[in-house]
């Protein structure tokens, strides 16, 4: 730790790199000058120690956090509580890490990007909706991936298990074949009865996945719920679907204001091309930064789009006779649907119908 007595009136920038168990605070003037650094505990007792700390330092212009969606979420809403301002900073890259990397060290170059201006884009509250909206999505992949697994698992065990039972389940759909190795009854594991122990295995598995089924479905209900509560002008247009809109305004968050401008929210999403001319040639490449789940939900509602909408198709027929590739249009038509779907997002929000609590 250092630190360096301070006038009352400075004022000051900060940054903050969190880890799971400990935050490393540091601050710098308004001209770069480093003033000092701390590290706190997480917990409430160790925001409010970086609160004083802060306050008895000087004017606090600005705070820089790392990883304010994840370890630094908690300590973001309790220094927007306190009225700071709090900026979202990325991790510093590697050229920037030649010199050398430490907590103080990060720390610091978060509050030089705080002071700089680098460093501008405004954290997510994970206070409403859209934060249940994520979380039971988190549930979801996860039910539907451990799923996935555990199908793989039981029908490779199929290929191997003795020859009677692997009989009896030939020709099965997956359906069939989930409910008919659930409803086995194995006979008592001994020694060397493979059958037994593949029967036993079996029905554990088949069990698992309809039970992960279920869980699946139930969360799927409670998302599709959430999405109509929250946004149901999304729904309305064509191509958005419950799981599309969920990802849309998990990209957003609550505060939805915190993304400025449909060019902001079209380069988040991948979707803004960027410029690549070079002497006599002019040209713009593919983004492929931002939030790739946000660019395929775009990517989804494109396909769904052209197949099923008729001002798209007839869009895409034009283009296409003007010499644009497949590729290229979607891509024109990720665009437009970012800038649409930016609109209805940042628009007055409509009365919200009651929440169906069935």
């Known amino acids: 730790m250092t630190e360096t007595p301070p006038a009352v009136s400075l004022t000051v920038y900060v940054g903050v790199d969190t880890h799971k168990d400990t935050h490393h605070a540091a601050i710098v ?8 650094d701390r590290e706190f505990p997480v917990t409430a007792s160790g925001h409010r120690q970086l609160l004083a700390w802060l306050a008895s330092t000087g004017i606090v212009a600005r705070v820089g956090v790392e990883g304010t969606g994840s370890y630094g979420c908690a300590l973001t809403t309790v220094l927007r509580e306190a009225g700071l301002t ?20 990060d720390a610091y170059a978060a509050a030089t990007a705080a002071l700089s201006g680098r460093a501008t884009t405004t954290p997510k509250t994970h206070d409403g909706n859209v934060e ?88 799927t209900k409670q998302i ?14 064509v191509g958005v679907g419950a799981e599309t809109a969920a990802q849309l305004l998990t990209t957003f968050g609550d505060n939805r204001d915190r993304i400025v ?42 396909i769904t789009r052209i197949a ?3 001002r798209t198709h007839n869009y895409v027929a034009r283009r296409t006779t003007e010499g644009k590739t497949t590729r290229e249009i979607i891509r024109c038509l990720k665009r437009a649907v970012a800038r649409e779907i930016y609109r209805l997002l940042t628009s ?9 609590e069935t």
Do not use: W
Request: with cysteine; aromatic share 2%.
């Open 29 to 36: 003037d308004s001209v770069g000058r480093q003033i000092g």
């Open 224 to 237: 599709r719920t959430l999405v109509a509560h929250t946004a149901p002008e999304l729904l309305d247009r």
């Open 308 to 310: 099923h909408d008729e």
């Open 348 to 356: 007055p929000p409509n009365p919200h119908p009651p929440l169906d």
């Open 86 to 105: 709090v900026v979202d900073v990325d991790r510093p890259d590697r050229r920037a890490r030649r010199h050398g990397k430490s907590d103080p060290i």
């Open 261 to 302: 401008s449909e060019a902001a929210f079209a380069s988040l999403c991948g979707v803004a091309p960027i410029p690549a001319s070079s002497g006599k040639t002019h040209r713009h490449r593919l983004n492929r930064g931002g939030d790739r789940q946000a660019n395929r939900a775009l990517y989804i509602i494109v």
């Open 132 to 219: 249940a909206i994520r979380f039971l999505r988190n549930a979801r992949r996860s039910a539907v991936k451990a799923r996935a697994e555990a199908m793989t698992t039981l029908k490779a065990m199929i290929v191997t298990v003795p020859e009677p039972v692997r009989e009896s389940l030939h020709g099965l759909t997956d359906a069939q074949l989930l409910r008919t190795c659930a409803r086995m009854r194995p006979a008592p594991i001994t020694d060397g009865n493979i059958t037994a122990a593949a029967v036993t295995s079996l029905r554990s598995l088949a069990r698992r996945i309809l039970e992960l089924t279920d869980e699946e479905r139930a969360l």
